[in-house]
């Protein structure tokens, strides 16, 4: 019985098909570039079922909570050592008055969150309720001011009332709003989509708006946030090369936004489950691009900024899809499966690469919005694949990377789509230890990778692996570990590693 499952696993996972080896030679010696720990960083909005229900379910609620934080969710985003939280948008962050979210729950203002299906927000998470999440995860505080619909005033205010020390008049309201110390804004971010729906500005407007604007915004010297511009999308280099060149002051990084659409297209996305296999190659095409976006910005960047003072922060990156039926399009909820997974890894090995610049990204978003960690359904609760992906990657987070020559790849073909079947990324984690990331993306054929070390003999490798029988393998809250990494191991012959990588997965090993 257990023999008949194991070859029906490997025959699902495509072990069937192996070809020739790939070559991966890893060098050991670490170099200078550190994979900063927020390339893992997750975002928040004010959007659907996001915070509302998501993680948020206040004080009094049934649902066991810290503060008003989900309990079972809290310990899911612990395990994942989120680094950082951004919040409170997205779009949202250009009409959000900060003002509206202080002071006692049940006195503040409900409006209408006209961005993400007209619903009312009650602002019950405001300032303080963000700042406490963060606190309670360990994680770092973005904070997306409002250009839109507020005013260098209010952003300032804003500033003054999270960190100002003294008696002012702001910090003695933060006070008497329960929190004597001032809080720790890590970054801060002057509008969102400034080409979009923060305002539909060309980026010569913006700059000169983000160069006023930011004159006076102040902080006490040892709070002060990297201050982040709001920049450009897909392939256009242009709000990176405008801002780097205008502004020189009081800007540590520009903004760049990217989301896979498995078709490219944002009137038919493509469904989240139950896709043709069409829609996983042209996922996989449209996910390798953030390469050369990233790789085009960077070109700008290294001759504006050469000596590489501002970063190049992908704060909104993952998976959108068609909108599930009988779900508020507004809601931007979608299921979330194998296909999530190996887009998360792909973009991770990405960002990896360009770690000098891109010293932050934030997926879109925590959780039930886009690409989720977590979805939730009232008191219930389940990880994604993109969740498992998340947390096999951990050890990469502050890790150096190790240069890696990846030779003999063969490519997976579908009609006139084809993509290199393996990505991989190498690097010295904190503790000392090589890890290595490895996908297939191929949802055929198994893959075999042989792993040299340069000038050292490898004896073992052990991880994780994460797949499944179907392309759109995923978790229900009926079954909700359908889909979870097991563990993986393999030993060297003659110094050597031959890793053999099951169809359509995802693999990080500790490398001995
Ligand atoms: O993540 C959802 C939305 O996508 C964000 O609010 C916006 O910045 C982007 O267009």
């Known amino acids: 019985m257990r023999l008949v499952r194991t070859a029906t696993l490997a025959l699902a996972a495509g072990l069937c098909c192996s070809v020739a080896a790939s070559q991966i030679e890893i060098d050991p010696k670490a170099g200078e570039t550190v994979i900063h720990r927020n390339i893992y960083g997750q975002f928040a909005e004010h959007l659907g079922r996001g915070i509302y229900e998501g993680i948020w379910v206040g004080p009094d609620s049934a649902i066991p909570n810290t503060k008003g934080w989900r309990n079972d969710v809290l310990s899911a985003l612990k395990a994942l050592k989120v680094p950082l939280v951004r919040w409170p948008g997205g779009c949202f962050a250009d009409e959000y008055h900060w003002r509206d979210g202080i002071g006692p729950r049940a006195s503040r203002p409900v409006k209408l969150n006209t961005n993400w299906g007209g619903v009312e927000e009650n602002n019950a998470v405001g300032t303080h309720e963000f700042f406490e999440l963060a606190e309670l995860l360990g994680a770092q505080t973005y904070v997306n001011g409002n250009l839109g619909t507020g005013s260098g005033r209010e952003m300032a205010e804003w500033l003054e009332y999270m960190t100002a020390e003294g008696n002012s008049t702001l910090a003695q309201l933060r006070r008497q709003n329960g929190r004597d110390k001032p809080f720790k804004v890590d970054y801060f971010a002057v509008g969102n989509e400034a080409w979009g729906c923060g305002g539909n500005m060309t980026p010569e407007y913006y700059s000169n708006l983000y160069k006023q604007v930011t004159t006076f915004l102040k902080t006490p010297a040892n709070n002060t946030p990297k201050w982040i511009a709001s920049g450009g999308h897909s392939e256009d280099t242009r709000w990176a090369q405008v801002l780097t060149t205008e502004v020189k002051q009081k800007m540590d990084a520009v903004s760049f936004h990217y989301y896979t659409l498995p078709r490219g297209n944002w009137e038919v996305k493509g469904p989240a489950l139950q896709f043709p296999e069409q829609d996983w190659i042209s996922t996989m095409v449209q996910t390798l691009k953030m390469d050369g976006f990233i790789r085009n910005n960077k070109a700008v960047m290294d001759k504006t900024d050469p000596e590489k003072k501002v970063g190049f922060y992908v704060d909104e990156w993952g998976t959108w899809y068609d909108t599930e039926p009988g779900q508020n399009p507004g809601f931007l909820y979608q299921q979330n499966s194998l296909r999530d997974a190996v887009v998360a890894a792909l973009n ?70 084809s993509v290199a079947a393996i990505s991989a990324s190498a690097a010295q984690g904190k503790d000392g230890k090589l890890y290595l990331a490895l996908v297939n993306v191929d949802p ?69």
């Not at 990204?361 to 925590?366: E, G, K, R, S, Y």
């Not at 994460?466 to 809250?477: I, Q, V």
Request: glycine share 2%; charged share 15%; proline share 5%.
């Open 348 to 417: 991770f090995n990405i960002f990896h690469q360009h770690a000098d610049r891109v010293q932050m990204t934030n997926i879109a978003q925590m959780v039930n919005v886009l690409q989720a960690m977590i979805l939730t359904d009232k008191d219930k609760m389940l990880l994604t694949p993109t969740y498992h992906a998340f947390q096999m990657y951990v050890p990469f987070q502050d890790a150096r990377l190790l240069a890696l020559k990846l030779q003999d790849v063969p490519q997976y073909q579908l009609k006139e789509m």
């Open 444 to 512: 055929h054929k198994a893959q075999a990778v042989t792993v040299t070390l340069k000038g050292q003999k490898v004896s073992k490798a052990q991880g994780q692996l994460l797949t499944g029988a179907a392309m759109d393998s995923h978790n229900t809250f009926a079954k909700p570990d359908s889909i979870q990494p097991v563990p993986f191991s393999a030993s060297a012959s003659q110094g050597k590693l031959q890793l053999q990588l099951p169809a359509k997965s995802v693999l990080v090993v500790q490398v001995q």
